[in-house]
């Protein structure tokens, strides 16, 4: 069987979720591809169809925000649902979730948003790691890596049920209610998420990380201007702890990364 994966990953759990999930179907002998959806991959429309259309299954992956599914895999989905249409083609879909505390977002709501779009909800479940916001601690290590010994337990299960036809649909409880309260807010708290970051400019080295790597090309740098911060941000936290010099500022606070240390992913 072939499984063809499109993924958001801000800072690299989700990314290690689907890396994990491709090795364990290699090993067992099928193939599996994954493909980011950043928007500097240029993923043309033929070439999601292609994707598509050369698997037997295709899997959806992202962290939650908020009890919800960021805005760049929302765009995605509504991108992928106007692709298929024409065509008509019902194809078998998986999803991961990564998330740090509570994932509130569950198959139902996933079932939503693929409403008449011929991908048939097959198989959901929730990979808990780490938390990738602003925090003053530094990411307990011990912790994460045994929610990523859990994760490839669960990730081996959902393999090995899509490969013998079974479904496996995890993520119902009574967290959800906490999504259904959240969901309300999120959307407009990430479309004003840009404007809360700025540059310090004493220790930035103008190395273009930021501008180069942020998901949603929503970073700009002109010698004259500075930077803007773009409403496409999908609050990814990326240029936050991804920074070589920490200098990507919240409500014009800068934190020092000696103090205030930032995340750069599970491996
Ligand atoms: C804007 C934002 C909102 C988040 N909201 C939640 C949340 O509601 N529940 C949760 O458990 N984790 C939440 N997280 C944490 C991420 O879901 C978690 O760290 C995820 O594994 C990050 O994946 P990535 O490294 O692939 O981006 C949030 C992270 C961000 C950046
Ligand atoms: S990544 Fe950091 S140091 Fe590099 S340009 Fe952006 S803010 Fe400046």
Redesign the pocket.
């Known amino acids: 069987m072939k499984f063809s994966t499109f993924y958001?990953?801000?800072?690299?759990?989700?990314?290690?979720a689907v890396e994990t999930f491709n090795a364990i179907i290699s090993e067992k002998d099928h193939q599996a591809a994954m493909f980011s959806i950043d928007f500097g991959e240029n993923l043309t429309d033929e070439h999601i169809l292609k994707i598509v259309q050369a698997a037997d299954c295709i899997g959806l992956a992202?962290?939650?925000?908020?009890?919800?599914i960021?805005p760049i895999m929302k765009e995605f989905i509504d991108r992928l649902i106007k692709i298929l249409k024409p065509v008509q083609t019902e194809k078998k879909v998986f999803v991961i979730n990564?998330?740090?505390?509570?994932?509130?977002f569950g198959p139902n709501e996933m079932k939503k948003l693929l409403a008449g779009s011929g991908l048939v909800l097959t198989a959901y479940v929730n990979i808990?790691?780490?938390?990738?916001?602003v925090t003053t601690k530094p990411v307990d290590r011990e912790l994460l890596n045994k929610r990523m010994a859990r994760g490839k337990t669960e990730l081996t299960r959902l393999a090995d049920r899509l490969l013998s036809g079974r479904k496996r649909i995890k993520g119902h409880g009574p967290q959800l209610m906490i999504g259904a309260m959240?969901r309300k807010k999120?959307p407009e708290a990430?479309a004003r998420?840009h404007q809360t970051l700025g540059v310090n400019m004493e220790t930035c080295t103008r190395c273009m990380a930021c501008v180069n790597n942020c998901p949603t090309g929503s970073i700009l740098f002109d010698e004259g201007e500075g930077f803007t911060f773009l409403p496409g941000c999908t609050?990814?936290?990326r240029c936050y702890n991804f920074c070589p010099t920490g200098s990507i500022t919240m409500n014009g606070i800068y934190a020092d990364p000696n103090q205030v240390p930032r995340y750069h992913?599970?491996v």
Do not use: E, K
């Open positions: 958001f990953s801000g800072t690299g759990n989700t990314r290690w992202n962290p939650i925000y908020g009890g919800d960021p990564t998330f740090g505390y509570v994932n509130a808990q790691l780490c938390n990738n916001v959240i999120v990430i998420h609050a990814s936290m992913g599970p």
